[in-house]
């Protein structure tokens, strides 16, 4: 929720209820300012409340004697059960906003499905109106039959002010068993992120089965807890690298895409990506449509490896020598011209099939290192990692899938979309 809304929440309930309860200071200098139940009714529609939100709790303490106050909304389901918390902490020094998410999913295992619940914690903190400092801490606890004590998932991303141009990061993954946490296995990665989004790892340490030595080769470690905005101006940066072009010459975009999950627009250099992907989509996106501007730098070399040869020299790299000759014809618009036949002649292009080759190799390499966190940390959300699904048992996987063959129903599944726009 934005501060805007908070403060046209606070006017719509000063106009609409006498229902405030407000008690005066106390010795202290604290006091109860304001405690409400706000049922959510049609004239709120433009307030924007977590899915299945029934009603809405706000709380204001004052302390100082007015000098520092907390403000607290919770969001409740029909239940009462609170499905998001806003904390406001106000001094005359600095703001702290921290946002609470409760969930709970099921994870699914050979004995028994196990009621999982999720707690995610998001905290910023600002002085004198500059962030100094922002945190995201995740947590899980196990309440499943088949286990003795709860097993906990704590993960934790610090954020720390900017110097030298870049922000330096601390990430933390722990998981215990209540009452044993000196046992507690941990996975730590520190870093630094720069102003434009990329991400360098500075150490690493942990007592993980797999060697730490494998998480340092993750190329998205220190990113996979981030909102999608942040995951994808940081992985951009290593996926450029791995395309061999130069991330500052382009146009990023995230949008929302009807029909496809992004594009590369040549003319105006613009690489626009779908919000609404998976981050390991992201990953296989981003490199699917970079590969698009590898091809059509291969133009340039292509056309000089031409009249090397005719005087004798080098024609260097065969393969990318005709992608970029099938770039520059056109541009791509004979695909675009298919009308009814564009999905046969799409994917047997030549440029189709090596840009979904790198998105498919990139996709892999993301998934590999999301797997072995999972294997370490088995009881956490997926989101920790940068998953979006659940691990569903195969056998569950396999039945579902089937039965839906039968009933005939079909399963799809997205797949990235190159459109050349000129």
């Known amino acids: 929720m934005k501060i805007g809304q908070i403060k046209r929440l606070a006017q719509f309930v000063a106009h609409n209820t006498n229902k405030v309860i407000s008690n005066g200071f106390n010795k202290a200098g604290n006091r109860l300012a304001a405690k409400i139940n706000l049922p959510v009714t049609s004239k709120m529609q433009w307030l924007e409340c977590p899915d299945g939100t029934i009603s809405i709790d706000l709380v204001k303490v004052e302390r100082n004697f007015g000098k520092s106050s907390s403000n607290i909304i919770s969001f409740k389901d029909k239940d009462g059960k609170v499905i998001q918390r806003i904390r406001t902490d106000k001094t005359p020094e600095m703001t702290v906003e921290t946002r609470s998410n409760y969930f709970s999913d099921t994870h699914y295992s050979d004995k028994s499905n196990t009621r999982l619940g999720f707690t995610d914690i998001i905290r910023s903190k600002k002085v004198n109106g500059e962030l100094q400092s922002r945190s995201r801490d995740m947590i899980t606890v196990s309440t499943s039959p088949d286990e003795v004590t709860p097993v906990i998932t704590h993960s934790k991303l610090l954020t720390r002010e900017h110097y030298f141009g870049a922000r330096s990061e601390t990430q933390t993954i722990k998981s215990w068993i209540k009452g044993h946490k000196a046992e507690a296995k941990y996975l730590e990665t520190t870093g630094l992120r720069r102003n434009d989004g990329r991400v360098q790892l500075t150490g690493i340490k942990g007592n993980t089965d797999t060697p730490v030595d494998f998480f340092a080769k993750d190329p998205y470690i220190m990113t996979r807890m981030y909102p999608k905005k942040d995951f994808i ?71 000089v490896n031409f009249f090397r040869r005719i005087f004798g020299g080098s024609s260097g790299n065969t393969n990318e020598n005709l992608l970029g000759f099938h770039f520059l014809k056109g541009n791509g618009l004979s695909i675009l011209s298919l009308n009814g036949r564009i999905k046969k002649f799409y994917y047997a292009s030549p440029l189709e099939k090596d840009a979904f080759k790198a998105g498919n190799r990139f996709e892999m390499q993301y998934r590999r290192f999301t797997d072995a966190l999972h294997r370490e940390f088995p009881f956490a959300k997926p989101q920790h990692f940068g998953g979006e699904t659940l691990d569903i048992n195969p056998a569950h996987l396999s039945s579902y899938i089937q039965k839906a063959m039968d009933e005939g129903r079909v399963v799809q599944a997205k797949v990235p979309l190159f459109i050349n726009k000129l």
């Open 233 to 303: 101006k940081s992985v951009r940066h290593y996926l450029a690298d791995m395309n061999e072009v130069s991330v500052n010459s382009l146009n990023f975009k995230l949008k929302k895409l009807k029909n496809w999950a992004g594009y590369y627009q040549p003319a105006t250099n613009t690489v626009c990506i779908d919000m609404a992907n998976t981050k390991q989509d992201l990953v296989n996106t981003v490199g699917h449509e970079l590969r698009h501007k590898r091809q059509d730098n291969m133009t340039k070399t292509a056309i």
